[in-house]
C-alpha cells in the first residue's frame, strides 16, 4: 500500500512549529509494518492545498492528512477536501450535538465558529475524536482514500491509533490485531542494544514481530511491533521474543511499557515502606522533579534540596561546610547523604553531586557524578564520567542517580559500567 502524508498550516511550512505530528505518523505506522512513500508539507492557501490533494489522489493508495480541521478562518480542510472530491459540504447534525455537549459539560457556550467543525464533505466517514471537537473524516479523492486528522498531537494520536491504523490495515488485508510492545532501558547505546538483540524476532513466522529502536538520551525505547489474528495469537508470538529481550538486556532494562523509571522507583520504595529524601548539586531539582508528580508520592519523598556549589550542600544538612578548593568525591556525597537521612527523619536518602570539567562548551564537555544512598543499615556509592555538554551532563546524572536507587532497592548491582561512561584519568 502507497501512503502519504499531508501536513498542512503555515506554521508548520516556516518551520516556527516543529512538525512533530508527522514523526509520530510515520513511526506509528512504521511499527505495524505500513509505509510512508511521500510526505507533503502545505501552507493555509487554498489553491496550493487542492493540489496537494489531488496529486495525492493520483499516486497514492492512501493519504492520511494532518491539521486544518479547527474552527478558524485558515482551517480550510474541511472546504478543499470538498472541493477535490467534488462534492457539497452538509452538517453534521450528530457532531453538531457532540461539540454542544462538550462545551456544555464545561459551563461554556459553545461560540458560533465552532458549527464549522461540524461541516463535512457529503458522503464522507466520520471519525471519532473523543478529547477534542475536530471531528476526523474519510473520503475517496482521486484514486486514494483520504483520512483527515486533527492538529493537536494528543488528538491525532488517539485518532491514529483507534481510528485509523485499524482501518489502513483492514484495507491491506493484514492482520486484524496489532500491539506494541515497549521496554524502557538505561545504560546502554543503541548499536549495542542491536547486536545483543540481534535474531530474536527471526523465528516468528512471517515477520509478524518486528524489532526496533528510538533512542531519547539518556534512554533507549526498545519496541517489538507485533500483528496477529487478535491479542491471544499476538501473545503467543510475543512471549519468547519477550523473554529474549529481557535475558539479553538484562539490568539495563528500567521499565515497561507505560511505566516509567520513576514511577518503579516510587512502587519499590512503597513496597519497602520507604521514605526518601534527596540533595541535587548542579542538577537544579530535576531529579525531586521527577518523582514529586507521580501519585503517592507525597507520603514518600519527604525532602528535596537544591545546591548550586558543595559547600552549600554541606551547610543544607547540617554538616561544617566544605573547605574551599574541596572536589567532589564519593566521601562528600555519601557524607551529605548520611547527613540529609538523619535531618529529614527518611528511611533512605539520595545525594546526587556533580563537579564539571573547567572550560569552554563543547562536544567531549564532561561532568563527574558523585552519588550516594544511604539506608538505615548499608550505604552505596556510584561514581561515573559523563561526557556530552551540559546538559547530557544533568539529563544523565539525574538518570544515573533514579537507576542506582532502582538497582539498589531491588537487590540488582549499582555499579554496574554504563555506555555514556568514559574512564577519567584525572
Same mark, same amino acid.
Given at each position: /500500500?502507497?501512503?502519504?502524508?499531508?501536513?498542512?498550516?503555515?506554521?508548520?511550512?516556516?518551520?516556527?512549529?516543529?512538525?512533530?505530528? $508527522?514523526?509520530?505518523?510515520?513511526?506509528?505506522?512504521?511499527?505495524?509494518?505500513?509505509?510512508?512513500?511521500?510526505?507533503?508539507?502545505?501552507?493555509?492557501?487554498?489553491?496550493?492545498?487542492?493540489?496537494? $490533494?489531488?496529486?495525492?489522489?493520483?499516486?497514492?493508495?492512501?493519504?492520511?492528512?494532518?491539521?486544518?480541521?479547527?474552527?478558524?478562518?485558515?482551517?480550510?480542510?474541511?472546504?478543499?477536501?470538498?472541493?477535490? @472530491?467534488?462534492?457539497?459540504?452538509?452538517?453534521?447534525?450528530?457532531?453538531?450535538?457532540?461539540?454542544?455537549?462538550?462545551?456544555?459539560?464545561?459551563?461554556?457556550? /459553545?461560540?458560533?465558529?465552532?458549527?464549522?467543525?461540524?461541516?463535512?464533505?457529503?458522503?464522507?466517514?466520520?471519525?471519532?475524536?473523543?478529547?477534542?471537537?475536530?471531528?476526523?473524516?474519510?473520503?475517496?479523492?482521486?484514486?486514494?482514500? $483520504?483520512?483527515?486528522?486533527?492538529?493537536?498531537?494528543?488528538?491525532?494520536?488517539? /485518532?491514529?491509533?483507534?481510528?485509523?491504523? *485499524?482501518?489502513?490495515?483492514?484495507?491491506?488485508?493484514?492482520?486484524?490485531?496489532?500491539?506494541?510492545?515497549?521496554?524502557?532501558?538505561?545504560?546502554?547505546?543503541?548499536?549495542? &542494544?542491536? &547486536?545483543?538483540?540481534?535474531?530474536?524476532?527471526?523465528?516468528?513466522?512471517?515477520?509478524?514481530?518486528?524489532?526496533? $529502536?528510538?533512542?531519547?538520551?539518556?534512554?533507549?525505547?526498545?519496541?517489538?511491533?507485533?500483528?496477529?489474528?487478535? /491479542?491471544?495469537? %499476538?501473545?503467543?508470538?510475543?512471549? *519468547?521474543?519477550?523473554?529474549?529481550?529481557?535475558?539479553?538486556?538484562?539490568?539495563?532494562?528500567? @521499565?515497561?511499557?507505560?511505566?516509567?523509571?520513576?514511577?518503579?522507583?516510587?512502587?519499590?520504595?512503597?513496597?519497602?515502606?520507604?521514605?526518601?529524601?534527596?540533595?541535587?548539586?548542579?542538577?537544579?531539582?530535576?531529579?525531586?522533579?521527577?518523582?514529586?508528580?507521580?501519585?503517592?508520592?507525597?507520603?514518600?519523598?519527604?525532602?528535596?534540596?537544591?545546591?548550586?556549589?558543595?559547600?552549600?550542600?554541606?551547610?543544607?544538612?547540617?554538616?561544617?561546610?566544605?573547605?574551599?578548593?574541596?572536589?567532589?568525591?564519593?566521601?562528600?556525597?555519601?557524607?551529605?547523604?548520611?547527613?540529609?537521612?538523619?535531618? @529529614?527523619?527518611?528511611?533512605?536518602?539520595?545525594?546526587?553531586?556533580?563537579?564539571?570539567?573547567?572550560?569552554?562548551?563543547?562536544?567531549?564537555?564532561?561532568?563527574?557524578?558523585?552519588? &550516594?544512598?544511604?539506608?538505615?543499615?548499608?550505604?552505596?556509592?556510584?561514581? @561515573?564520567?559523563?561526557?556530552?555538554?551540559?546538559?547530557?551532563?544533568?539529563?544523565?546524572?539525574?538518570?544515573?542517580?533514579?537507576?542506582?536507587?532502582?538497582?539498589?532497592?531491588?537487590?540488582?548491582?549499582?555499579?554496574?559500567?554504563?555506555?555514556?561512561?568514559? %574512564?577519567?584519568?584525572?
Amino acid at each position: /500500500m502507497r501512503i502519504e502524508v499531508i501536513c498542512t498550516g503555515d506554521e508548520v511550512l516556516t518551520g516556527k512549529t516543529v512538525n512533530t505530528n $508527522f514523526a509520530h505518523i510515520t513511526q506509528k505506522l512504521e511499527e505495524v509494518g505500513l509505509a510512508v512513500k511521500w510526505e507533503t508539507t502545505v501552507g493555509d492557501e487554498r489553491d496550493e492545498l487542492l493540489l496537494a $490533494f489531488q496529486l495525492a489522489g493520483g499516486r497514492a493508495d492512501a493519504v492520511i492528512v494532518n491539521g486544518g480541521l479547527g474552527p478558524t478562518v485558515d482551517d480550510l480542510s474541511q472546504e478543499i477536501a470538498a472541493r477535490a @472530491a467534488g462534492v457539497e459540504l452538509v452538517l453534521n447534525e450528530a457532531w453538531l450535538a457532540r461539540m454542544e455537549a462538550y462545551f456544555a459539560r464545561r459551563s461554556r457556550a /459553545m461560540p458560533p465558529t465552532n458549527r464549522k467543525q461540524a461541516m463535512l464533505p457529503a458522503g464522507a466517514e466520520l471519525l471519532d475524536n473523543p478529547i477534542g471537537t475536530a471531528c476526523g473524516f474519510a473520503l475517496d479523492i482521486g484514486r486514494a482514500h $483520504f483520512y483527515f486528522t486533527p492538529g493537536v498531537p494528543r488528538e491525532l494520536r488517539c /485518532m491514529l491509533e483507534s481510528e485509523i491504523v *485499524p482501518r489502513l490495515l483492514a484495507r491491506q488485508g493484514a492482520a486484524s490485531a496489532i500491539h506494541l510492545k515497549r521496554f524502557h532501558c538505561f545504560g546502554i547505546g543503541e548499536s549495542r &542494544a542491536d &547486536a545483543l538483540l540481534a535474531g530474536t524476532a527471526d523465528g516468528v513466522p512471517d515477520g509478524t514481530v518486528k524489532l526496533g $529502536f528510538r533512542a531519547h538520551y539518556p534512554q533507549l525505547e526498545v519496541k517489538l511491533a507485533a500483528r496477529g489474528r487478535d /491479542m491471544d495469537d %499476538i501473545g503467543h508470538k510475543l512471549a *519468547p521474543v519477550e523473554a529474549a529481550v529481557r535475558r539479553r538486556l538484562g539490568n539495563h532494562v528500567v @521499565a515497561e511499557d507505560e511505566r516509567t523509571l520513576e514511577g518503579v522507583v516510587l512502587e519499590a520504595l512503597a513496597a519497602h515502606a520507604a521514605t526518601l529524601c534527596t540533595v541535587e548539586m548542579f542538577t537544579g531539582g530535576q531529579l525531586a522533579a521527577r518523582l514529586a508528580h507521580l501519585p503517592g508520592a507525597a507520603r514518600i519523598l519527604r525532602r528535596g534540596t537544591v545546591a548550586p556549589e558543595l559547600d552549600e550542600a554541606f551547610a543544607a544538612v547540617g554538616l561544617e561546610r566544605a573547605a574551599a578548593g574541596e572536589r567532589v568525591t564519593l566521601a562528600s556525597s555519601l557524607a551529605v547523604a548520611r547527613a540529609a537521612r538523619r535531618q @529529614a527523619g527518611t528511611t533512605h536518602a539520595l545525594a546526587v553531586l556533580v563537579a564539571l570539567d573547567e572550560g569552554a562548551e563543547r562536544a567531549d564537555f564532561a561532568g563527574t557524578v558523585c552519588l &550516594a544512598i544511604a539506608a538505615a543499615d548499608v550505604v552505596v556509592t556510584r561514581r @561515573a564520567h559523563l561526557v556530552g555538554g551540559r546538559d547530557w551532563v544533568r539529563l544523565g546524572a539525574v538518570e544515573l542517580a533514579l537507576d542506582c536507587l532502582r538497582r539498589h532497592l531491588q537487590g540488582l548491582p549499582v555499579a554496574e559500567r554504563i555506555d555514556f561512561e568514559t %574512564i577519567d584519568d584525572r
